[in-house]
């Protein structure tokens, strides 16, 4: 068996902790970049790119495997074992509800005649994904 | 809520193991044998018969349905 440092279940604390504090990141990033987007549609597609990486690092966090090349194979297997898959689906179907609920509120502001603002759609793909990493957060931080 | 009976940590104590060195034998992490023993998680077929391998035992002696669902 190969030396751990850390544990781990100090490895999975860390990796709840980071993904929490990427969640905030990408939620504060998500809106200065939507903000800004709002106030200067010419330049939207800087603002989506920006928008888009911030997003793409919590993800990352709850579907990546932690360690890169420190840890062997077995370790990253141990890190990813069957719980931590079943909180990643779980995490996912979050995020799937919490995307679906937002495009069917979308769709029924189709039905009613109101004009969603142009922020609207990248507002709800921010709520989907933040929703993902802490449910995933909340998740590998629990103590069970 | 659970759908299984897990007599995982009885074995387990029986066995003389912690649940780091069960963990460790089966392959994966402390807090998903710690969530087996309390009925968060439902193990798959595979990692439950590793489970009964690696305590000398079989599936069935480790985990039951409840009654009124077998």
């Known amino acids: 068996m190969p030396r751990w440092f850390p544990s781990p279940e100090e490895v999975s604390a860390r990796r709840g902790r980071v993904t929490l504090l990427n969640a905030g990141a990408a939620a504060c990033f998500s809106w200065v970049a939507i903000s800004n987007l709002a106030a200067n549609p010419e330049r939207g597609a800087a603002y989506l790119l920006l928008w888009a990486i911030w997003l793409a690092v919590p993800l990352i966090w709850v579907f990546g495997i932690p360690g890169g090349r420190r840890w062997s194979a077995k370790q990253h297997a141990i890190l990813n074992d069957e719980l931590v898959r079943a909180q990643q689906a779980t995490a996912a179907r979050a995020g799937l509800a919490l995307a679906l609920a937002l495009i069917g509120a979308g769709a029924a502001c189709g039905f009613l005649g109101i004009a969603l603002p142009v922020w609207a759609a990248p507002a709800a793909g921010s709520i989907a994904v933040i929703g993902t990493a802490l449910v995933f957060a909340w998740l590998q931080l629990r103590d069970d | ?70």
């Open chain 2, 1 to 70: 809520m659970t759908d299984l009976l897990a007599h995982l940590k009885a074995k387990r104590t029986e066995a003389g193991l912690t649940q780091g060195e069960l963990a460790e034998r089966v392959g994966v992490s402390r807090k998903t044998i710690n969530t087996v023993e309390n009925g968060v998680f439902v193990p798959s077929t595979v990692l439950a018969l590793k489970l009964a391998a690696a305590l000398g035992t079989t599936v069935e002696a480790l985990f039951e349905l409840p009654p009124g669902e077998g």
